[in-house]
């Protein structure tokens, strides 16, 4: 991102990245309470604000994604007191929409694994060799980018990231981790404009597609 911070805490319209992601998922009605995995020693978390909508909590992030999924899973295991749905979702991703948060609840709710939001691929798809060079096009059916959130059971998400650990498996996202331990969770189609902030330019992009939220709801 070319900045002096992580990028979750750069400005975006008003907010940090991390608040505008917060206030979308606080002001959510179904939504009944927040964790957030933090760096230790992170020095810009206590500088931002916290919505007052929704309970907030706090775990210490790890070394890659699916270790701060871990903890923060630990975390609320130990005050949910049963096996809620959680919904795990990027701190980069502050543009999700309330529809398809509500569109996830009303798809997997009743579904025995759970799943994840994501788009369809649409765009012709190229595989290369190391030297850039096409040797084939991927048929694109049945392919998607997947998103944010990934909703699953607490204990089952948090069993399968631990096995993957312990078998030292890579797992990129909780819906990899569930993969490999036999589910097979659900994709629903989300909005493109959820986008994950990574370049600099996405950060105007973002602010557009919130502007342009506003204006519709």
């Known amino acids: 991102m070319q900045s002096d911070r992580p990028k979750q805490y750069l400005q975006l319209d008003g907010k940090t ?29 206590s500088e931002i ?27 609320l295991a130990a005050i949910s007191g049963d096996d809620p749905w959680v919904l795990v979702h990027d701190a980069a991703r502050p543009c999700l929409r309330h529809q398809d948060i509500d569109l996830m609840l009303d798809s997997l709710c009743g579904h025995a694994v759970g799943g994840i939001l994501g788009i369809p691929v649409n765009d012709t798809v190229k595989r290369t060799n190391a030297e850039h060079e096409i040797i084939e096009t991927v048929c694109r059916q049945g ?4 998103s944010t959130p990934q909703m699953f059971r607490l204990l089952s998400l948090k069993q399968a990231l631990q096995t993957a650990k312990e078998q030292q498996l890579t797992v990129t996202d909780e819906a990899s981790a569930m993969e490999l331990a036999g589910f097979q969770p659900m994709m629903v189609e989300g909005h493109s404009d959820n986008i994950k902030i990574t370049l600099p330019q996405d950060l105007a992009l973002a602010s557009l597609f919130l502007r342009q939220q506003g204006e519709a709801s």
């Open 17 to 45: 990245v991390i608040e505008q992601t917060l206030q979308r998922l606080a002001t959510h009605p179904r939504i009944k309470g927040i964790v957030v995995a933090i760096a230790p020693n992170d020095p810009y978390w």
């Open 143 to 146: 392919l998607w980018r997947a």
């Open 49 to 75: 604000t916290l919505p007052a909508d929704c309970p907030i909590h706090i775990a210490n992030g790890g070394e890659q994604r699916a270790d701060s999924v871990f903890n923060a899973l630990t975390a």
